[in-house]
């Protein structure tokens, strides 16, 4: 626990400015972000007597060992700067919410030739335009359906568009009505794209004018006697109707608006968010945290405000904003959601109407919010914290083990052989520290093996050792790193294995980061028994690493192994601690097998643009796309190779000569007619 007042800034040396300041620890991590109006005030609070500090409060400062600041020009630079570290250094003393569920919402992708209209879930992508989010997906298909029978829009998977294009065959709904079938050309991309458009407005809300439309084309019909006609619009419209009656109205006017409410104790908080668009209830979220700062229902607010609209622009950000208590600067997040959105926001609190009674439902709503939360997380905390337990017995640990981590090796008969790390934290899955590896039978420069073959043994000694000489890199704190991420460290979820990204050199002198190997684990657990553990052990011996317990779980009686040991240590079928150490254990296999399929299905798409050094996925998109097949390419004179976007004149020799070496395919057989199929495709762009 450090004192305070051995790293206070002198007097006169913090500025009487905005901006944004960073606590961290003795590490180096960053455990807390703050802005301010002032600097020199704000953080003149923090060093005062621990006893008049909130104990939140006194808890980050006496957990800290430095604190920096950074000075910006207005008030809403450093609320957009505070945003930023927030969600780059993710501290572990500042209010994150967590969302109680991934949110689905009904997207058209009009970034595409021919919009899509689908359920989408996760980060928001440009050019496609969302509207909800939802409760449930299904609540999404049941209007997209209603919808249909007016806004005949594609609906299908890019694979099926493609199939039904290539056998002049529209899917089933292109024959109910449902789809306007622009895969077969009934209607061109210009007229697919109107009716996308019309989709897109009618779910913003400009219904009422649309609806009067159809109703006067209806009349129009049935007065010119086209029954039939007349009869599909009416359906039409009653299909509208239906669709709108799904959506609750709130006010009279077409009011653009967001609600926020906050449910609080003494420990936690609920956030829930009603989307108002058109005068109606369009989608509802809700959002759950630890209050591990001092923090008031303002401050609550502006942390929801910032996570809310952080990475929203344009309309996504409505014309006003509705909170139960304005952030302390009010005027600042006001003039931040303005840039956000480009135009004006109003934020208020409502005082009369409608609208306050709307803000009603929506406070109900998280306060139940709260209570379903804190009810399901009494038990599930009281169960981690009985695991946890159980295994420090079993083990005959000093503590619980609040971290642990997990190693599997997977392999194909001796193939592309990698192995994962999984991370849990308090007994729950920590999935933004999740590692992956190819193993590559060496440990730094030393070559210990071929790394053919199957032997687990050695993959564990392998990858437990690079794993463990990045953290004896970080714990040295050098401020350069000993090997790079693609040799003696792991990867993160989606980034190539042996590839040394960019950004590592820029940002080797910045270890505030969580996404290191800095955090070593109380318990280290492997996917095996006795010789996979006594391979893990010897690694840490190695290193000269001797405060991590380790284990090992055999899959074929549940055992735990420990090393040095001749008989394993059995726990209860019943015991809370075996089912969290097969849940880490299950995991890690899932995590592992998951990569091993990737690499092993990427291996075999390999085309022979892929042999081409120098070409990345950008430019074999742009060949593909250019000549439209592999077989096109090959028989392409390097300057016409040369006409493509990117390509240069020696890429282009390498590339033919490349494509000249390799001998084609041997062409396809349709084995029921015997027709050679034609080449029209390859490699992998």
């Given at each position: 626990?450090?004192?305070?007042s051995?790293?206070?800034?002198k007097?006169g040396?913090?500025p009487?400015?905005p901006?944004v300041?960073k606590f961290?620890?003795e590490?180096?991590?960053?455990?807390y972000?703050?802005?301010a109006k002032?600097?020199r005030?704000?953080?003149?609070?923090y060093?005062q007597p621990?006893?008049?500090l909130?104990?939140r409060t006194a808890?980050m400062?006496?957990t800290?060992a430095?604190?920096e600041w950074t000075?910006v020009?207005t008030?809403?630079e450093?609320?957009?700067?505070?945003?930023?570290?927030?969600?780059?250094?993710?501290?572990?003393?500042n209010?994150?919410y967590?969302?109680?569920k991934?949110?689905p919402?009904l997207?058209?992708?009009?970034?595409?030739?021919?919009p899509?209209v689908?359920v989408?879930?996760g980060?928001?992508?440009?050019g496609?335009r969302?509207?909800?989010?939802?409760?449930?997906?299904?609540a999404i298909?049941?209007?997209v359906?209603?919808?249909l029978?007016?806004f005949?829009?594609?609906?299908?998977s890019?694979?099926v568009?493609k199939?039904?294009?290539?056998?002049?065959?529209?899917c089933?709904l292109?024959?109910?009505g449902?789809?306007?079938?622009p895969?077969v050309g009934?209607?061109t991309p210009e007229?697919?794209?109107?009716?996308?458009?019309?989709?897109?407005?009618?779910?913003?809300?400009?219904?009422?004018a649309?609806?009067?439309?159809i109703?006067?084309q209806?009349?129009?019909?049935?007065e010119d006697m086209?029954?039939?006609?007349?009869a599909?619009?009416r359906d039409?419209?009653e299909a509208l109707?239906k669709a709108?009656?799904?959506?609750?109205i709130?006010f009279?006017?077409?009011?653009?608006?967001?609600?926020i409410?906050?449910?609080?104790?003494?420990?936690?908080?609920?956030?829930q968010?009603?989307?108002?668009?058109g005068?109606?209830?369009?989608?509802?979220?809700?959002?759950?945290?630890?209050?591990v700062e001092?923090?008031?229902?303002?401050?609550?607010?502006?942390?929801?405000?910032?996570?809310?609209?952080g990475?929203?622009?344009?309309?996504s950000?409505?014309?006003?904003?509705l909170?139960?208590?304005?952030?302390?600067?009010?005027?600042?997040?006001?003039g931040w959601?303005a840039s956000?959105?480009g135009s004006g926001?109003s934020?208020?609190?409502?005082?009369?109407?409608?609208k306050k009674?709307l803000?009603?439902?929506?406070?109900r709503n998280?306060?139940q919010?709260l209570?379903?939360?804190?009810?399901?997380?009494a038990?599930?905390?009281?169960?981690?914290?009985?695991a946890?337990?159980e295994?420090a017995?079993?083990?005959?640990?000093?503590?619980?083990?609040l971290?642990?981590?997990?190693f599997d090796i997977?392999?194909?008969q001796?193939?592309?052989?990698v192995?994962?790390m999984?991370?849990?934290?308090d007994g729950?899955a920590?999935k933004s520290?999740y590692?992956?590896f190819?193993i590559k039978?060496?440990v730094?420069?030393?070559?210990?093996?071929?790394?053919?073959?199957?032997?687990?043994?050695?993959s564990?000694?392998?990858?437990i050792s690079?794993?463990?000489?990045r953290?004896?890199a970080?714990?040295?704190?050098?401020?350069?790193w000993v090997?790079?991420?693609?040799?003696?460290?792991g990867?993160?979820?989606?980034?190539?294995?042996?590839?040394?990204?960019g950004?590592v050199?820029?940002l080797?002198?910045e270890d505030?980061r969580p996404?290191r190997?800095a955090?070593?684990?109380?318990l280290l657990?492997?996917?095996?028994g006795?010789?996979?553990v006594a391979?893990?052990k010897?690694?840490?011996?190695?290193?000269g690493?001797?405060?991590i317990?380790?284990c090992?779980?055999?899959?074929?009686l549940?055992e735990v192994?420990v090393?040095e040991?001749?008989?394993?240590?059995?726990?209860?079928?019943?015991?809370e601690?075996?089912?969290?150490?097969?849940?880490?254990r299950?995991?890690?296999?899932?995590?592992a097998?998951t990569?091993?399929?990737?690499?092993?299905t990427k291996r075999f798409?390999a085309g022979?643009?892929?042999?081409v050094?120098?070409?990345?996925?950008?430019r074999?998109?742009?060949?593909i796309?250019?000549?439209g097949?592999?077989?096109k390419?090959?028989?392409a004179?390097i300057d016409e190779?040369?006409?493509v976007?990117?390509?240069?004149?020696?890429?282009a020799?390498t590339?033919?000569a490349a494509?000249a070496?390799?001998a084609?395919?041997?062409?396809?057989?349709?084995?029921a007619?015997g027709?050679i199929?034609?080449?029209?495709d390859g490699g992998?762009?």
């Amino acid at each position: 626990m450090a004192d305070p007042s051995s790293y206070r800034p002198k007097p006169g040396q913090i500025p009487d400015s905005p901006g944004v300041y960073k606590f961290r620890d003795e590490h180096r991590r960053v455990i807390y972000v703050g802005k301010a109006k002032s600097l020199r005030q704000r953080l003149a609070n923090y060093f005062q007597p621990l006893t008049s500090l909130h104990p939140r409060t006194a808890t980050m400062v006496t957990t800290a060992a430095s604190v920096e600041w950074t000075v910006v020009a207005t008030e809403v630079e450093a609320l957009q700067l505070e945003y930023s570290w927030i969600k780059e250094f993710d501290p572990r003393f500042n209010v994150k919410y967590r969302d109680d569920k991934s949110y689905p919402y009904l997207a058209v992708t009009m970034n595409e030739e021919f919009p899509r209209v689908q359920v989408m879930r996760g980060a928001k992508k440009k050019g496609v335009r969302y509207f909800g989010p939802y409760g449930h997906a299904w609540a999404i298909r049941e209007t997209v359906d209603l919808m249909l029978r007016v806004f005949p829009v594609r609906t299908c998977s890019a694979g099926v568009f493609k199939r039904s294009a290539q056998i002049g065959r529209p899917c089933l709904l292109g024959y109910i009505g449902k789809c306007a079938a622009p895969c077969v050309g009934r209607v061109t991309p210009e007229e697919h794209r109107e009716l996308a458009e019309g989709f897109c407005d009618f779910m913003a809300g400009r219904t009422g004018a649309y609806l009067r439309r159809i109703e006067q084309q209806m009349m129009a019909a049935a007065e010119d006697m086209e029954y039939e006609r007349a009869a599909r619009l009416r359906d039409d419209i009653e299909a509208l109707k239906k669709a709108l009656e799904k959506n609750a109205i709130v006010f009279n006017d077409a009011t653009d608006a967001d609600l926020i409410a906050v449910a609080e104790d003494e420990l936690e908080a609920a956030v829930q968010i009603f989307h108002v668009r058109g005068g109606r209830v369009r989608g509802q979220r809700g959002w759950v945290t630890d209050k591990v700062e001092a923090v008031d229902t303002a401050g609550l607010v502006e942390h929801a405000l910032q996570q809310l609209y952080g990475e929203e622009t344009g309309d996504s950000v409505p014309k006003e904003v509705l909170v139960p208590a304005l952030p302390e600067d009010a005027e600042a997040v006001s003039g931040w959601l303005a840039s956000r959105r480009g135009s004006g926001v109003s934020l208020r609190i409502p005082q009369r109407g409608d609208k306050k009674d709307l803000m009603v439902t929506v406070a109900r709503n998280a306060q139940q919010a709260l209570a379903l939360h804190k009810t399901k997380r009494a038990s599930d905390l009281t169960t981690r914290s009985r695991a946890l337990e159980e295994i420090a017995a079993a083990l005959e640990l000093d503590s619980a083990p609040l971290r642990i981590e997990c190693f599997d090796i997977s392999h194909l008969q001796g193939d592309d052989v990698v192995a994962s790390m999984v991370v849990f934290e308090d007994g729950l899955a920590r999935k933004s520290e999740y590692r992956r590896f190819q193993i590559k039978g060496r440990v730094g420069d030393t070559q210990i093996w071929h790394g053919e073959g199957q032997d687990d043994v050695r993959s564990i000694h392998e990858v437990i050792s690079r794993r463990f000489r990045r953290y004896l890199a970080e714990k040295a704190r050098t401020g350069e790193w000993v090997e790079d991420e693609g040799q003696d460290g792991g990867e993160a979820p989606g980034q190539e294995a042996g590839a040394v990204s960019g950004e590592v050199s820029a940002l080797q002198e910045e270890d505030g980061r969580p996404k290191r190997f800095a955090y070593p684990p109380q318990l280290l657990v492997v996917d095996g028994g006795q010789p996979q553990v006594a391979a893990a052990k010897r690694a840490l011996d190695e290193l000269g690493i001797d405060d991590i317990a380790v284990c090992g779980l055999a899959k074929r009686l549940e055992e735990v192994w420990v090393p040095e040991e001749d008989d394993p240590v059995v726990l209860p079928r019943s015991s809370e601690g075996l089912y969290l150490l097969q849940r880490v254990r299950d995991e890690a296999h899932r995590f592992a097998i998951t990569y091993q399929r990737a690499k092993r299905t990427k291996r075999f798409k390999a085309g022979p643009l892929d042999a081409v050094p120098g070409l990345g996925d950008t430019r074999k998109h742009a060949l593909i796309k250019h000549f439209g097949s592999v077989k096109k390419l090959r028989s392409a004179t390097i300057d016409e190779i040369c006409e493509v976007p990117g390509i240069g004149r020696k890429t282009a020799e390498t590339l033919a000569a490349a494509l000249a070496e390799a001998a084609p395919a041997a062409p396809a057989v349709n084995t029921a007619t015997g027709e050679i199929i034609e080449e029209d495709d390859g490699g992998t762009p």
